[in-house]
T-cell receptor, first 114, second 113 residues
Framework: QKEVEQNSGPLSVPEGAIASLNCTYSDRVSQSFFWYRQYSGKSPELIMSIYSNGDKEDGRFTAQLNKASQYVSLLIRDSQPSDSATYLCAVNIKGSQAGTALIFGKGTTLSVSS | NAGVTQTPKFQVLKTGQSMTLQCAQDMNHNSMYWYRQDPGMGLRLIYYSASEGTTDKGEVPNGYNVSRLNKREFSLRLESAAPSQTSVYFC????????????FGSGTQLSVL
């Protein structure tokens, strides 16, 4: 069974701090990695995607990927109360037929206090 | 600008009843997916369809069947609902390729009594 592991939290940080979210995955052949944000009662929305080893920055968000360690992380700089949500790590897997699909971790709940 | 549309938004069933959750997308995507989400469990993949005419089991397929009716529509059927199937169900779609992002519907809250 291919797995994606995340600390469930809650992770609590003060406003303006850096929030660090971590994820490990079991399938060595996975090629694509995604971070989704989900507010309570809403659908997940994509924040970042990363495909190559190293860092990828988009505004206050930085995704980091280390395929050798099977590890992907998300850093949120200058955290805001509006960042309070559940963050889901997703990894693509290859199915028995031609397609691929995303499997998700259980999510990390982030709380940013003002 | 509908994106991914799921119906119904809410449903209450009795144990043993059957029902079909409907999903349609208007983005000309090849791939479609059904996930369920339980408290503290993230999203778990039930079934997916990489293209019209194909379906594949995900992480938790037992108790469900799917039909890829055409390129736009992908339905999820519960033949004999059980309380363990109480959950929020999300349909999603994406283009072909490993780097494609998922577009989610708004979800169906299903309760089985």
């Amino acid at each position: 069974q291919k797995e994606v592991e995340q600390n469930s939290g809650p992770l609590s940080v003060p406003e303006g701090a850096i929030a660090s979210l971590n994820c490990t995955y079991s399938d060595r052949v996975s090629q694509s990695f995604f971070w989704y944000r989900q507010y309570s009662g809403k659908s997940p929305e994509l924040i970042m995607s990363i495909y190559s080893n190293g860092d990828k920055e988009d505004g206050r968000f930085t995704a980091q990927l280390n395929k050798a360690s099977q590890y992907v992380s998300l850093l949120i700089r200058d955290s805001q109360p509006s960042d309070s949500a559940t963050y889901l790590c997703a990894v693509n897997i290859k199915g028995s037929q031609a397609g691929t699909a995303l499997i998700f971790g259980k999510g990390t709940t982030l709380s940013v206090s003002s | 600008n509908a994106g991914v549309t799921q119906t119904p938004k809410f449903q209450v069933l009795k144990t043993g009843q059957s029902m079909t959750l409907q999903c349609a997308q208007d983005m000309n995507h090849n791939s479609m997916y059904w996930y369920r989400q339980d408290p503290g469990m993230g999203l778990r993949l039930i079934y997916y369809s990489a293209s019209e005419g194909t379906t594949d089991k995900g992480e938790v397929p037992n108790g469900y069947n799917v039909s890829r009716l055409n390129k736009r529509e992908f339905s999820l059927r519960l033949e004999s609902a059980a309380p363990s199937q109480t959950s929020v169900y999300f349909c999603a779609s994406s283009g072909t390729g490993v780097n494609e992002k998922l577009f989610f519907g708004s979800g169906t809250q299903l309760s089985v009594l």
